[in-house]
């Protein structure tokens, strides 16, 4: 089938330097470029409009970015395909999208990120946690790159578990760096650094920046287009998932995966 086709990939971090391809290094991009032509899926990048949906920093993991290209490639044998040749990337779903479809333009982003508890107020936190919902400025909490700071997040949560401070925050688009830049702020309020007003005069665009957290902890669970999913072969999952075909279930095979790579702590792991 000629066309257009969006597949949902995870990826550990630790293994690339960043996700967007780069001259010389390996990234997640590269390596799914390079899978791409060897199984005759794609003459070039230009080409073939490849195009990935978010960006991640060296270090932070992905569960459920998205990338688009077009291909005449088999649609039930492209995962099994990438997958053969792929290292450190996992592709698990597909649909067919319009040629129109960028992958840029998504109708949500997820982030989490797991936090070492070191004797923070997580309630303290949470409160801190809501202060960023709703339309800010997050010029003090990005790097702006010229692009207008002044954004919205749909929540941010902050929970125990497993031993870890776990933070889960989605809106439909984020700056650079603003999720750990966020929890960055979050960790210094929960141990008496940052006070609340601080942050509040923060996102008002006045005082200063708090820090940017560890890339190593951050997690691009999912970015949302409201996509009509094919996931892969369930002689492909594990069997805990196999009769599975939710998304989430999914995605949360891979975050354990990539979470013992990256040793974070077992008790975590849900």
Not at 131 to 140: C, K, V, W, Y
Request: hydrophobic fraction near 40%; charged fraction near 30%; charge should be neutral.
């Amino acid at each position: 089938m000629s066309g257009r086709v969006a597949v949902k990939f995870a990826y550990e971090g630790a293994e690339f330097m960043g996700s967007q391809r780069q001259p010389r290094v390996r990234t997640a991009e590269s390596e799914l470029l390079s899978a791409l032509a060897k199984i005759g899926a794609i003459h070039s990048a230009g080409e073939n409009r490849f195009r990935v949906a978010s960006r991640t920093d060296r270090g932070v993991s992905a569960l459920g970015n998205v990338f688009a290209v077009d291909t005449d490639f088999r649609r039930q044998e492209l995962l099994s395909a990438l997958n053969a040749i792929c290292q450190d990337v996992y592709c698990y779903a597909y649909a067919e999208v319009p040629d129109s479809f960028s992958p840029r333009r998504a109708k949500g982003r997820w982030y989490q990120y797991h936090l070492s508890y070191r004797g923070q107020d997580v309630e303290l936190m949470r409160r801190c946690a809501a202060e960023f919902q709703g339309e800010h400025e997050f010029r003090l909490f990005c790097k702006p790159d010229g692009k207008v700071t002044k954004r919205s997040l749909d929540s941010v949560e902050v929970r125990m578990e497993g031993g870890m401070i776990v933070i889960d925050l989605k809106a439909r688009e984020f700056l650079r760096n603003m999720v750990r830049r966020i929890v960055s702020a979050l960790d210094q309020v929960g141990r008496g650094r940052v006070s609340l007003d601080e942050v509040r005069s923060a996102l008002q665009g006045e005082g200063r920046s708090m820090g940017l957290a560890e890339p190593e902890g951050l997690f691009l669970m999912d970015v949302d287009h409201g996509l009509d999913l094919v996931y892969g072969p369930l002689g492909q999952m594990p069997e805990k998932v196999e009769q599975a075909r939710d998304g989430a279930l999914v995605r949360l095979h891979y975050l354990e995966l990539l979470q013992e790579k990256t040793h974070l702590a077992a008790s975590s792991l849900k």
